[in-house]
């Protein structure tokens, strides 16, 4: 996969993207980045890349000229543009099925604002507006940093295989069940027995149902959109009663 980036503060990519997953993919040369700075193509004599808004108001917009500049070198260098991500607030917020859609392309162009916005006309230049949630960040770079991140770790051989990306909750549509690692016993706090009896069987089952109360108790809204099976449809009225209801 080959990805670009435009931004008015490439430094902050540095750390992200050389470190981990993402770092290893690069070594591996699963993926290429190359970072633009809007910058280095304004043709406004002091280098501004911002200005007023029209009609007045708070704040400056990151202007057309250096951006469309911009796309039009990667454009050359690379041949096309692949999708290009505008990262906006108002754009449709970024999940998993995002990650999985976006991790099928082999070309991303990622668009990242600083200041109060961008000029309208830029987004006609965009194959895609996203948003990372609603909260209000000082720009792009690490809405662009979140998405790259859950994109490159589902790239074919970018994982080991002792981490499957399938078993992710989100992929699941559950939360995941709690784990443990040794000692048995910390500070009193004890493993679950079942963890420890090596009965496979049980402790698919142990971790299916924990997971199916995790989500229950956490995160009922991720449970609406999903088609239950007849066991864990018993399993969940037994949470229930658990629980008082
Ligand atoms: C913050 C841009 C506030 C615009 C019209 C009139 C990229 C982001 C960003 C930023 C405003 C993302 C206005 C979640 C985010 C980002 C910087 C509002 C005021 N508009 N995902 N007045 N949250 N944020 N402009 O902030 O660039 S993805």
Not at 97 to 103: G, N, Q, R, S, Y
Not at 197 to 215: C, D, F, M, P, V
Not at 224 to 242: D, E, M, N, V
Request: charged share 20%.
């Amino acid at each position: 996969m080959k990805i670009d980036i435009l931004s008015l503060f490439p430094e902050m990519f540095a750390g992200p993207l050389h470190q981990s997953i993402v770092g290893k993919a690069l070594e591996k040369e699963l993926l290429q980045v190359d970072i633009t700075n809007y910058r280095d193509f304004t043709e406004s004599r002091q280098h501004h890349v911002d200005d007023y808004p029209y009609g007045g108001g708070a704040g400056m917009l990151l202007q057309a000229q250096p951006i469309f500049a911009a796309l039009d070198q990667v454009q050359q260098n690379s041949g096309d543009l692949g999708r290009v991500i505008l990262l906006d607030p108002a754009g449709r917020q970024f999940n998993q099925a995002v990650a999985t859609e976006l991790a099928k392309e082999q070309h991303l162009t990622f668009i990242c604002g600083h200041y109060e916005g961008y000029d309208e006309r830029i987004r006609t230049q965009v194959t895609d507006e996203i948003s990372l949630g609603d909260y209000v960040l000082t720009g792009g770079e690490l809405g662009a940093m979140v998405i790259i991140d859950a994109t490159v770790r589902l790239l074919p051989g970018v994982l080991g295989n002792t981490a499957s990306a399938g078993d992710d909750s989100f992929s699941t549509g559950l939360l995941e069940y709690p784990q443990y690692t040794r000692p048995a016993v910390y500070r009193g706090l004890k493993v679950p027995d079942v963890l420890l009896s090596g009965n496979h069987q049980k402790i698919a089952q142990w971790r299916a149902y924990e997971s199916l109360k995790r989500t229950y108790q956490r995160r009922p809204d991720l449970l609406a959109g999903l088609k239950l099976t007849a066991q864990q449809q018993a399993w969940l009225r037994i949470i229930k009663q658990q629980s008082g209801i």
